[in-house]
């Protein structure tokens, strides 16, 4: 029996891999970022559209912040359990839009962690003025856990 004991703690730490590696990313639910803003991802089709939407903490205009719609797409030829994602946030409360590209990472731990890169893009009055319409950044997204 001594020498099972080995094979056994093999057998165990690759089918415990297995199973970390089994678990996938989904994009459905509610998720916060960095900054405190929420996103819910309502629906997703088989093609890997969805729909939602965006609860923005941050703002550069002084109007009041409303939620706004978001749409987007999931890679889904990705089987690999971690996809890769864009949104689009036409934003109810200003004349500006922000698009999102992004993967859904697993940590250490099999929680899943939305890394994401943007572009907002915002109204100005001339061509003059275009040097300060675009602007950029990053944000993490982690799952919202349900209150119960």
């Known amino acids: 029996m001594v020498q099972a004991t080995p094979f056994l703690l093999v057998l165990s730490l690759v089918l415990g891999a297995h199973s970390l590696s089994a678990k996938k990313c989904s994009l459905t639910g509610r998720w916060v970022n960095d900054l405190g803003s929420n996103m819910t991802i309502t629906s997703m089709n088989a093609k890997g559209d969805f729909s939602g939407s ?51 990472f697993l940590d250490e731990d099999g929680k899943e962690i939305l890394k994401t890169m943007w572009l907002l893009r915002s109204h100005v009055d001339s061509i003059k003025s275009d040097w300060k319409a675009t602007r950029v950044g990053i944000n993490v997204f982690t799952r919202l856990e349900s209150q119960k």
């Open 54 to 104: 965006y609860h923005t903490a941050v703002t550069a205009t002084m109007n009041e912040i409303r939620v706004s719609p978001l749409q987007g797409s999931l890679q889904r030829t990705n089987q690999k359990g971690q996809p890769t994602f864009g949104f689009t946030v036409n934003w109810s409360f200003s004349d500006s839009i922000t698009v999102f590209t992004g993967q859904c």
